[in-house]
């Protein structure tokens, strides 16, 4: 049962009494909940990723525009079916990433994570001169699967890096990236 006012919730009370309210709207809540995560895709297996700067913003050896290819793996957090979290490890030009996505609604992940990158300072490059923080949504686009569960087999997703922190005594620029990625499973 729909209901789709207040007032239908109060004439809906004063006919059936509030218990009979409450044992109506409950099991309603519950069953919509279960089918919003039987309705997401398990996240798993490693996909082969092509991905689009676009903001490079004083980011060493990178611009917007550039399209780069890297792989990324997911890891579903519980034994079976959608999970409700997921570790991702990805790679990066210089390095590895692993963070935790979290479900933030139907086919819908998203994490934070941090690394450190190459700063130039004076006439060197300093290897961790700044900090990055950064986000990745992820969004599953394409399902396959059999005996009734569903895997995701195209996914799409953006990293966003709004502010990077200097961590030299060199003065430099304000910096930050993002970019949008787009791939599918392979293993």
């Given at each position: 049962m729909?209901?789709r006012?207040?007032?239908?919730?109060?004439?809906l009370?004063?006919?059936?009494?509030a218990?009979?309210?409450?044992?109506?709207?409950?099991?309603?809540?519950?069953?919509s909940?279960?089918?919003r995560?039987?309705?997401?895709?398990?996240?798993?297996g490693?996909?082969?990723m092509?991905?689009?700067?676009?903001v490079?913003?004083?980011?060493?050896?990178?611009?917007?525009?550039?399209?780069?290819?890297?792989?990324?793996t997911?890891t579903?957090?519980?034994?079976a079916?959608?999970?409700?979290r997921?570790?991702?490890?990805?790679?990066?030009?210089?390095g590895?990433?692993?963070?935790?996505?979290?479900l933030?609604?139907v086919?819908?992940?998203?994490?934070?994570g941090?690394?450190?990158?190459p700063?130039?300072c004076?006439?060197?490059?300093?290897?961790?001169?700044?900090?990055?923080p950064?986000?990745?949504?992820?969004?599953?686009?394409?399902?396959?699967?059999a005996?009734?569960?569903?895997?995701?087999?195209?996914?799409r997703?953006?990293?966003?890096?709004?502010?990077?922190?200097?961590?030299?005594?060199?003065?430099?620029?304000?910096?930050?990236?993002?970019?949008v990625?787009?791939?599918?499973?392979?293993?």
């Open positions: 729909r209901l006012s207040v007032a239908g919730l109060l004439v009370a004063a006919t059936l009494g218990g009979a309210l409450v044992a109506t709207l409950v099991p309603a809540a519950a069953a909940a279960r089918s995560l039987a309705s997401t895709a398990r996240l798993e490693q996909f082969q092509t991905g689009q700067v676009t490079a913003r004083h980011v060493l050896g990178e611009y917007a525009g550039e399209i780069v290819t890297r792989t990324w997911f579903p957090l519980c034994p079916g959608p999970c409700r997921v570790a991702l490890t990805r790679q990066r030009a210089a590895t990433d692993q963070l935790v996505l979290h933030t609604g086919n819908r992940y998203e994490g934070k941090r690394f450190y990158a700063l130039r004076g006439p060197r490059t300093v290897a961790t001169g700044q900090s990055v950064f986000t990745i949504r992820v969004k599953v686009t394409a399902t396959g699967g005996d009734g569960v569903s895997i995701a087999t195209r996914v997703a953006t990293y966003v890096n709004r502010k990077r922190t200097n961590l030299t005594r060199c003065v430099a620029p304000p910096a930050h990236d993002a970019a990625y787009h791939g599918g499973l392979v293993l």
